[in-house]
């Protein structure tokens, strides 16, 4: 099935259908790795995302099943990031590079573009302890499937519409919060958590775009930009963040300084246009927005 909830089904099959297709897609990734283990571990770290912002959900029905299980799936995924932030860094150098402002700037980055593919490709082959974190992960999503058996929500058109609304309500309220912390500051924390945000209102406007498909698709465009940038402003902070920690491994002071002011620009630039779009894609009021999600699932149920 598709990440998709659809209000003439039972809620509690299409929730626990949904939460098993991301976990078994995780482990058969990572098992058969068809396009290479970072690909993998990239598609997991997706899975699992989508994942936790389901569970974030239908966190008022299940608090416990909630924090238990988004803890067990978030360190499972961190113990995975190591190879995969790795090549990260080297796809954030390559858009740094197409936004060269001047010949040394980039010649600059692609020597750092060297080092960092190199990096990527050390971790990519980390032997025994890359592959003992897969194997660990693959486990945890057998038990994350486990978890899920006994679940059971209480069913009925009014109260499946009262449930997505009031976590649908909640995520609105956290992305303005997120919205409202970026105001006046840089700090890149503070912009990933908008990103965070913003990608779980993402994962629900997929979740429930049988609703009102037309308006669903052109909100998910919107905010679809906003992760994006706020990806790249986030891999920014990392590379930066790996600069500050190990000069060492980026050759010349001179290069590191290029890198360095590179970044600043870019991420000044992500950060402006991430906002502007994120005040469109949030613009209508959370209260309001839940209720009218709300009548459409009991109109479709």
């Known amino acids: 099935m598709s990440y998709r909830i659809h209000p003439s089904e039972n809620f509690t099959s299409e929730f626990k259908s949904i939460a098993a297709e991301q976990l078994t897609l995780a482990m058969e990734g990572l098992t058969e790795r068809p396009h290479g283990l970072t690909e993998a571990i990239h598609d997991a770290r997706k899975n699992f995302k989508r994942l936790r912002s389901l569970y974030r959900l239908v966190a008022a029905d299940l608090p416990a099943f909630q924090h238990s299980e988004n803890a067990r799936i978030r360190n499972m995924a961190r113990a995975l990031s190591s190879a995969r932030d790795a090549a990260a860094l080297v796809e954030v150098n390559r858009h740094l590079l197409d936004h060269a402002e001047n010949v040394e700037e980039r010649a600059a980055l692609k020597r750092i573009g060297k080092v960092l593919i190199a990096r990527r490709d050390q971790r990519a082959a980390g032997g025994d302890q890359l592959e003992e974190s897969v194997a660990a992960a693959i486990k945890t999503c057998g038990r994350a499937l486990d978890a899920l058996s006994p679940i059971t929500f209480q069913e009925g058109s009014k109260k499946d519409a009262k449930r997505i609304a009031k976590g649908w309500r909640k995520v609105l309220n956290r992305a303005a919060a997120a919205r409202a912390a970026c105001t006046d500051t840089t700090d890149a924390q503070v912009f990933h958590e908008l990103r965070k945000r913003s990608q779980d209102y993402r994962f629900y406007l997929n ?6 498909p037309s308006a669903m698709h052109a909100k998910r465009a919107e905010i679809t930009q906003v992760v994006d940038l706020l990806g790249h402003h986030n891999d920014l902070a990392l590379l930066a963040s790996l600069v500050d920690e190990q000069p060492h491994l980026f050759g010349s002071s001179e290069d590191i300084a290029y890198l360095l002011a ?24 959370p209260e309001d927005e839940s209720r009218r999600i709300r009548r459409l699932w009991q109109d479709a149920g």
Not at 266 to 285: C, G, M, N, Y
């Open 262 to 285: 590179a970044v600043i620009v870019r991420q000044k630039v992500l950060r402006e246009t991430a906002l502007e779009i994120a005040d469109s894609a949030f613009r209508d009021d």
């Open 207 to 212: 979740l429930m775009q049988p609703l009102w």
